[in-house]
């Protein structure tokens, strides 16, 4: 299994600074560019692994803490976060991503579980 999230990544945090009627367009135009033009290799799989975004501002500030780090410029901006995860929502939705909800009745799921999840999207892909 290959992983690289960069051109995903890219795919949200780009379409994330465009109007969410031009988001499509922007995504369709992206992948074509990565994908058709530059031949990177297309993913098989992709998993979007979605949480909210008050709980990703506490998991950060814990671990600031525990680091003794600090947020860089797009974690402290809560408002572009919360605007990330929308779009992450609309680009999986848009490209067929596999989405994991890690939080489940206002609870963050262990990491055993959502792992358990994830293996079963891998396998499901690995016997196709």
């Known amino acids: 299994i290959i992983s690289d999230r960069y051109t995903t990544s890219n ?18 135009w992206l992948y074509e560019l990565e994908y058709d033009r530059l031949g990177l290799p297309c993913p098989d799989l992709v998993i979007y692994l979605d949480v909210p ?3 990703t ?3 950060m500030r814990r671990r600031e803490e525990d680091t003794n780090t ?12 919360a605007t990330c ?4 929502k609309a680009a999986a ?4 991503w596999k989405v994991i909800q890690c939080v489940d ?5 262990s990491i055993e579980d959502i792992h358990e999840e994830i293996y079963r999207h891998v396998a499901a892909c690995l016997e196709d």
């Open 57 to 59: 501002e506490k998991m």
């Open 53 to 55: 975004t008050d709980f």
């Open 105 to 109: 009745n206002g609870v963050m799921r």
């Open 11 to 28: 795919a949200v945090h780009q379409a994330s600074k465009e109007p969410p009627e031009c988001q499509a367009e922007f995504l369709k």
């Open 70 to 81: 600090h947020a860089d410029i797009h974690e402290k901006d809560l408002d572009y976060l």
């Open 85 to 88: 995860r929308r779009t992450g």
């Open 93 to 96: 939705q848009y490209y067929g």
